[in-house]
C-alpha cells in the first residue's frame, strides 16, 4: 500500500480530463416499454383504457396525458415527484381505501420500476392519444410510410468516393469520406499520432493488452516499409484478438454463468459458448456464418466442425437464446415464458438488426416500421424450438462406435434366433388417451433426439449391448440398445394438458423423465410449483413399471409441454408407452412385459455383443454444451396489450413484415437475416467495429437504427463500409485491418494546430466529423488485464472453465459460488465468471454492463470510487507489490523509472516526471521502507496515473 501522500505525485501534469456520458432519451422509453407499459396493459387497461367497457373511476391511463389529467381523485401522476402521484400511492397498497389492481398486489420490484420511472419524468413515446369516442388525436401505424420514410431501410448501395482537396493524406476510401466532411466544416485532420502512441491504440484495440517494452522497441526501431502492416498483422494473428472481441460479443448477448433471482442457479455448460466465441473470432469466421451459427446452428446439415477435438462447433452459437435471467418458482409460467421471449426477441432484434424489435410486444412499434403481429410472429421461433444440453462429441468417437456398433448390431441380430414375438398393448380405457406406444419400434414422426442413446427395438427381438441384458423387446424405444455409456435425450412433440396424469410405462435406471412446461426450464433446481413435473432418479429395480406424473400437472391443464427422457450414461431407459389419462392409477402392465418371452444367444452372437459392449465401454466422459433444438413447429398467438391472458388471432413463424416476412424454420429466418439485400445487418456490424475502434458509432446508437436512434454522422461512409464488408466475404479481420492503417486512425488526439479552438467548438464540439482521434478510456478488462500484463502476472492460457469471482465480505446472499482468488488466477478477464447476483466490483466499477440485456455501446463515467478502487482494491496492491519484487532493488533509480513507464504507459518519462518520482522513492527508503516496499508504491503511483486507464 502506498503510504506517502499520493496527491503530490499527482502534481505530475495531467493528459486527459474525462467527464461521463449522459444517458439517452431511448434509453428512458425502452425502459417504460419493458417495464411500465407491459404491466399497464396487463393489469389496469381492461377498467382504465379507452377501449374499457366500463371506465372506473373516470380514469384513463393508455396514455400519459390521461395519467397526468387524472379522474375522479385527481391527477394519477406527477413527473419528478413520486409522493405526490397517486398511482404509486395505490400500487404501494399502504392506503387502505386505495389500492390498485384490487384484486393483486404487485411485486416489490414493479412497484419500485413505476417510481423510477415517475422519478425520470414518466417518459411515455409521442404516440396518438386514445380517446373513448374510438378516435385517437394523432397519427396510427402505418408500416409502409414508415418503411418508406426512414433511412436504415434503404437498400445498401455503393456512392461515388468523393474529391478531397487534400488528396494526399488520404490512405483509403475511408479517408476520403471523412476527410470530404473535415474540410466542408473548415477543419484540417490532426497530425499523424507518434508511434508509440498508435501501438499502445491499435494493441488495445485489438487484443485488448498493453505493448510489450519489446513490442514498443521492435515497431520503435522498424524503419522499413510496411512496419505498420507488419504489427496489424501480427495482432490480427494473436490468439487474443479473440479473446478481446469476443468479450464486445458477449455484451450484446447477455452473457452470463448463473441465473440470477433468488437463488442464482447455474447456467451449466456456459463457458463453452465464450470459448466457441473466442474461436470463431481468432478463425475470422465470416459474419454471415456467425449469425446463422447463432439463429439456427442446430439445423446446419453440413455443421462447421472444432479445428482439433472435431466437435459440431456451429450448434454451440444457439446457446445465446438462452443466457437470459431466470427464476426458480414463478406463480405464471405462461407470464414467465412470455417475459424470457421478450428477453431474446431483444437480444436478436439488437444484436443482428439494430432493431428494438420487443417493443412491440404490447402494440405496433411506436416508431419503426414494426407490428404488434411482427413480434408475435418471432415468438412462434420460440414457441417452436427447446433448450438442449447438447452433447459435444469429442473427436467423433461416439459417432464412430455408434456406426461399428449398427454394424455389429445387424451381424449380431442375423446369427440371433429367436421367437416371433408380439407385444401385447396395453388394455384401453375410457379415462386414458394414448399418446404414443412406439409400436412400430422406430423413432415416431415428430418426436425427435440428441446423442446417441435413443432408438426404436424395431418389430422383432434383437441384440443390446447391455451386459445385464443383452436382447431387446419389439415396439418400445430403448436408450442401452447400443451400449449404457451412450448418453442422449428424446424429446416429445409439443401438446396441450388436457390431463391430470401422464402415465409412462418405461423399465430403466440411472435416467430422468421432464415434462417442459411453457418452455420452463428451472424444475430440475426447484419443484416449488412443478412436484411431480420431473422424475429423477429413475430406477424400477430392473422391471417395466408405471410412472406417473402428476402432482402439480392438473394446474398446468390447458398449456403447451413436451416431454424430455434423459439418460446421462452409465444408465437406461426403455419407454413402451405414455398414456395421459384422468385416472390417478395407471392400467394394468401387459403380460409380455411382466413375463417376457426368454430368448437366448448362440456362442457366436453372444461374442459379437461382447465385442460391441467393450467397444461402448471406452467411449469419454460426455462433454455438453447449452444450445437451441428444434421443436414442434408452433404458431403464436398474438398477445392483446401484451396480456398472455388475451389471446388475438394466430400467426406463423416469420421474419418482420418490412423484411421479407418469409415464413419457415430458424434457418429460413437466419438465411433471410443475412441476405445482402437486408438493409440493415451489414450495416450494423461494421458500424459496431467502428464503435470500438473509434470510441463512437457513425450511428451513435449502435443497438438502435429506429427513429429514435441517431442519424448517422456519415451515412455515405457507413454504406461504403457495408458493401465492402460482404464483398470481402463478411471478413470482420479483413474490415478491422482496413480501419487501423487508414489515415483517419492514425491522428493524433489532439487537432491540427492551425484549427482554432472556436471554430472547432463552434463547428463540431462532439468531434463527431473525427478530425482527430477521440481519447478512450480502457475498458474494465483491458484495465485489470493490463495489471496483469505489467505485473509480469498474466496467464496466458486459453479458454476453459470459468474463474469464480473472489468475494469480499460484502458480497452476501443466497446462491453464493465458491469464492476465487484475488487475482483470477492471472486468468484474463473474459475468464472471470459472471454471477448475475455477485458481479465482479472491480468490473462494475468500471462499467462492465450486467448481464440483463443486449449493450452494444457501454456507459463510461468517470467518478470518485474509480480512483479508489486502483488505490485500495486489494487485487491492484498485490500486483504492484508482485512488479515491484520483479524489479532490481540494485539498479540506478532513474533507470527504474524508466522501465516502470514504459512498461506501463508505453513511453519514457518526462524529466519532471523522473524527477519527482526519484525524490519519491528516495524518501520512501529515507522513511523507512524496504526496498521491495517502496518499488511497490512506485508501481503503485504509476498504476494510478490517469494515463494508465486511457488511451490516446
Keep these: 500500500m502506498i503510504r506517502f501522500s499520493i496527491t503530490r505525485l499527482f502534481a505530475i501534469p495531467a493528459v486527459f480530463c474525462f467527464s461521463g456520458a449522459a444517458g439517452m432519451a431511448v434509453e428512458d422509453l425502452e425502459f417504460f416499454e419493458k417495464q411500465i407499459r407491459p404491466v399497464l396493459a396487463e393489469k389496469c387497461y381492461s377498467c382504465h383504457a379507452a377501449d374499457a367497457k366500463k371506465l372506473k373511476g373516470g380514469l384513463q391511463l393508455d396514455h400519459r396525458e390521461h395519467l397526468m389529467a387524472g379522474g375522479d381523485t385527481g391527477a394519477a401522476i406527477v413527473p419528478g415527484d413520486i409522493e405526490k402521484s397517486l398511482l404509486v400511492e395505490s400500487i404501494r397498497y399502504h392506503n387502505e381505501d386505495l389500492q390498485m389492481p384490487p384484486k393483486e398486489r404487485l411485486s416489490a420490484e414493479i412497484v419500485k420500476n413505476f417510481e423510477t420511472w415517475i422519478l425520470a419524468g414518466a417518459p411515455w413515446p409521442e404516440e396518438p392519444v386514445p380517446q373513448r369516442d374510438g378516435k385517437a388525436k394523432g397519427e396510427g401505424f402505418d408500416l409502409q410510410k414508415r418503411y418508406d420514410e426512414h433511412w436504415s431501410w434503404r437498400p445498401v448501395t455503393r456512392p461515388a468516393v468523393p474529391a478531397v482537396t487534400n488528396a494526399s493524406w488520404a490512405r483509403t476510401d475511408v479517408d476520403r469520406f471523412i476527410l470530404k466532411e473535415v474540410e466542408a466544416a473548415g477543419l484540417q485532420p490532426a497530425a499523424e499520432a507518434e508511434r508509440r502512441v498508435w501501438l499502445r491504440r491499435v494493441c488495445f484495440d485489438l487484443i485488448g493488452l498493453p505493448p510489450t517494452p519489446e513490442q514498443l522497441t521492435a515497431f520503435l526501431n522498424d524503419e522499413k516499409e510496411g512496419s505498420y502492416e507488419r504489427v496489424v498483422d501480427e495482432l490480427l494473428e494473436s490468439p487474443h484478438y479473440g479473446e478481446k472481441w469476443a468479450r464486445h460479443w458477449m455484451d450484446l448477448v447477455r452473457y452470463a454463468d448463473t441465473y440470477g433471482h433468488e437463488f442464482d442457479y447455474p447456467i451449466d455448460h456456459s463457458y463453452r459458448y465464450r470459448d466457441y466465441l473466442i474461436r470463431a473470432f481468432n478463425t475470422d469466421l465470416p459474419y454471415n456464418d456467425l449469425v446463422v451459427e447463432h439463429i439456427a446452428g442446430d439445423l446446419l446439415d453440413d455443421p462447421r466442425r472444432h479445428p482439433t477435438d472435431a466437435f459440431n462447433e456451429s450448434i454451440q452459437g444457439t446457446g445465446f437464446w438462452f443466457f437470459h435471467e431466470a427464476t426458480h418458482a414463478p406463480t405464471d409460467v405462461l407470464g414467465n415464458e412470455a417475459d424470457i421471449m421478450d428477453n431474446q426477441i431483444d437480444v436478436f432484434g439488437k444484436a443482428f438488426l439494430g432493431l428494438t424489435v420487443s417493443c412491440a410486444r404490447c402494440h405496433d412499434h411506436k416508431f419503426d416500421a414494426i407490428s404488434t403481429a411482427d413480434y408475435y410472429a418471432m415468438t412462434a421461433y420460440l414457441h417452436s424450438s427447446a433448450r438442449q444440453e447438447v452433447l459435444l462429441d469429442v473427436g467423433r468417437k461416439r459417432e464412430k462406435a455408434r456406426a461399428e456398433l449398427t454394424q ?410 465458491k469464492s476465487g482468488p484475488v487475482d483470477g488466477g492471472g486468468r484474463r478477464s473474459v475468464y472471470g465468471a459472471v454471477y448475475r447476483n455477485f458481479l465482479s466490483p472491480f468490473m462494475s466499477t468500471f462499467d462492465v454492463p450486467g448481464p440483463f440485456g443486449p449493450k452494444g455501446r457501454r456507459s463510461v463515467s468517470n467518478v470518485p470510487a474509480q480512483a479508489l478502487v486502483m488505490m485500495n482494491d486489494p487485487f491492484v496492491v498485490e500486483q504492484s507489490r508482485k512488479w515491484a519484487e520483479k524489479l532490481s532493488a540494485e539498479a540506478d533509480k532513474n533507470k527504474l523509472v524508466e522501465e516502470v513507464f514504459v512498461t506501463a504507459l508505453g513511453r519514457s518519462p518526462r524529466e519532471e516526471e523522473t524527477t519527482r518520482l526519484v525524490e519519491f522513492l528516495e524518501s520512501d527508503l529515507a522513511s523507512g521502507a524496504t526496498p521491495v516496499d517502496a518499488l511497490a508504491d512506485l508501481t503503485h503511483v504509476v498504476m494510478n496515473m490517469k494515463e494508465f486507464i486511457f488511451i490516446q
Aim: proline share 6%; aromatic share 6%; hydrophobic share 40%.
Design 408 to 817: 455389429l448390431k445387424g451381424e449380431a441380430d442375423q446369427l440371433l434366433k429367436a421367437p416371433a414375438i408380439e407385444s401385447s398393448p396395453v388394455a384401453p380405457r375410457k379415462e386414458d388417451v394414448i399418446f404414443e406406444s412406439f409400436s412400430e419400434g422406430e423413432i415416431p414422426k415428430g418426436w425427435s433426439t440428441s446423442g446417441f442413446a435413443f432408438a426404436g427395438t424395431g418389430t422383432k427381438p434383437g441384440v443390446k449391448f447391455n451386459k445385464a441384458q443383452k436382447t431387446s423387446l419389439p415396439g418400445m424405444i430403448d436408450s442401452s440398445v447400443f451400449g449404457k455409456k451412450q448418453v442422449g435425450i428424446l424429446r416429445s412433440p409439443t401438446f396441450t394438458i388436457e390431463s391430470d396424469q401422464i402415465h409412462l410405462l418405461v423399465k430403466g435406471n440411472a435416467s430422468e423423465i421432464r415434462l417442459i412446461v411453457d418452455n420452463y426450464q428451472m424444475a430440475k433446481f426447484s419443484a416449488l410449483l412443478f412436484r411431480g413435473t420431473n422424475l429423477k432418479n429413475i430406477d424400477t429395480k430392473g422391471a417395466f413399471k408405471w410412472l406417473t406424473l402428476a402432482g402439480n400437472v392438473s394446474k398446468y391443464r390447458g398449456h403447451k409441454a413436451y416431454l424430455e427422457f434423459i439418460d446421462a450414461g452409465d444408465g437406461e431407459l426403455l419407454i413402451d408407452e405414455v398414456i395421459f389419462s384422468t385416472a390417478p392409477k395407471p392400467p394394468a402392465i401387459p403380460a409380455s412385459l411382466t413375463k417376457p418371452a426368454e430368448i437366448k444367444l448362440s456362442k457366436a452372437a453372444n461374442a459379437v455383443v461382447e465385442k460391441g459392449i467393450a467397444l461402448d465401454n471406452q467411449l469419454p466422459a460426455p462433454a455438453y454444451a447449452v444450445a437451441m433444438a428444434e421443436g414442434s413447429t408452433e404458431n403464436a398467438n398474438v398477445y392483446v396489450r401484451g396480456s398472455h391472458r388475451s389471446l388475438g388471432k394466430e400467426v406463423p413463424p416469420r421474419f418482420l413484415e418490412a423484411l421479407g416476412a418469409e415464413q419457415g424454420n430458424r434457418l429460413t429466418l437466419a438465411k433471410e437475416v443475412i441476405d445482402p439485400e437486408n438493409p440493415l445487418t451489414s450495416r450494423v456490424i461494421v458500424n459496431r467495429v467502428w464503435h470500438h475502434l473509434f470510441g463512437k458509432g457513425i450511428v451513435a446508437s449502435v443497438d438502435d437504427f429506429g427513429p429514435m436512434g441517431k442519424e448517422p454522422t456519415h451515412p455515405e461512409l457507413l454504406d461504403v463500409l457495408a458493401v465492402d464488408f460482404v464483398k470481402q466475404g463478411w471478413s470482420l479481420k479483413t474490415l478491422i485491418r482496413d480501419l487501423v492503417l487508414s489515415s483517419t486512425y492514425r491522428q493524433s488526439s489532439e487537432s491540427h494546430p492551425d484549427v482554432s479552438p472556436g471554430h472547432l467548438a463552434e463547428v463540431d464540439p462532439d468531434n463527431l466529423l473525427l478530425s482527430k482521434m477521440a481519447v478512450k478510456r480502457l475498458t474494465g478488462e483491458s484495465i485489470r488485464d493490463s495489471v496483469l500484463a505489467v505485473s509480469g502476472q498474466l496467464n496466458t492460457a486459453l479458454l476453459g472453465p470459468s474463474i469464480a469471482t473472489h468475494r469480499t465480505a460484502f458480497m452476501t446472499g443466497r446462491g453464493g459460488k
